[in-house]
Nanobody
Framework: QVQLVESGGGLVPAGGSLRLSCVAS????????MGWFRQAPGKEREFVAV????????NYADSVKGRFTISRDNAKNTMYLQMNSLKPEDTAVYYC????????????????????WGQGTQVTVSP
């Protein structure tokens, strides 16, 4: 079991930046592949980014590539999502997720690939 808590969301103008954090407790954080997903009102939850256990491999959705950066600090049991050049279409609830199987970030891009989820943090980007 692992518990995940996101923070760092808020309201920003278009072009602004935010950094989300996800703190994990419970089982050893470093064994999990970790991901970020988001869900906008009336839409399905979608993949944003994923990072391997050692932080050596990352993967991004095309919609955020070049603007968002995922990272992790296993010593602090924490994962981050640095979001720059934010757009109104980035508005959503952002969730962090953990895959205890430690699958490759090249394949762990679906909601069903993850076993544990945080409660989400709201990100709102104003035009």
């Amino acid at each position: 079991q692992v518990q995940l808590v996101e923070s760092g969301g808020g309201l920003v103008p278009a072009g602004g930046s935010l950094r989300l954090s996800c703190v994990a407790s419970g089982r050893t954080f470093s064994i999990y592949t970790m991901g970020w997903f988001r869900q906008a009102p009336g839409k399905e939850r979608e993949f944003v980014a994923v990072i391997s256990r050692s932080a050596g491999i990352t993967n991004y959705a095309d919609s955020v590539k070049g603007r968002f950066t995922i990272s992790r600090d296993n010593a602090k049991n924490t994962m981050y999502l640095q979001m720059n050049s934010l757009k109104p279409e980035d508005t959503a609830v952002y969730y962090c997720a953990a895959d205890y199987r430690g699958r490759s970030p090249n394949t762990a891009v679906g909601v069903t690939d993850y076993d544990y989820w945080g409660q989400g943090t709201q990100v709102t980007v104003s035009p």
